[in-house]
């Protein structure tokens, strides 16, 4: 079986996008777009050093750029305080008793929690906001009044 340099550009596309699948790994994405740069290249009739030297510039440049994009979006917050992974963060809940230790019980979605005082200050009675959610113990902070 005789392959031709566009056949071999196309294959070593499809592995990258198979590891990318199976590992998460978005830079393979990119290479990949780099073997298909280098597959169009074989196409148009450019020999292999132009191809390989297209797929080169391409892949190299998108993996380039999309490590530059992620460098400069804003890091999400960690998962135990962000309300985009749990809708928790951000609700109400009422402390009536505050213990030594800075722990307390509530009741909270039908059940008991134990609630950790996140807030400055000493922990005082009364409404209190959701601020983190680690394993089965609320971390919360007083609520302000606008």
Known sequence: MDWSDSTLWWV??????????S????????????????????HVGLGGAAQLTTAALVGGGATAAWHVRR????????????????LDIGETVHVDVWGADGLARVDYRGTGWTVRYAGS?????????IVAVQGNHLSVAPTRRA
């Open 12 to 21: 070593a596309a499809g592995v990258l996008v198979a590891v990318e699948i």
């Open 23 to 42: 590992s998460g790994t978005f830079y393979l994405l990119m290479l990949a777009l780099g073997c298909a740069a280098g597959a169009l290249a074989a």
């Open 71 to 86: 460098a400069r979006s804003p890091r999400s917050a960690p998962t135990q305080s962000n309300r985009d992974v749990n």
């Open 121 to 129: 200050g000493t922990p005082a009675s009364g409404e209190h906001t």
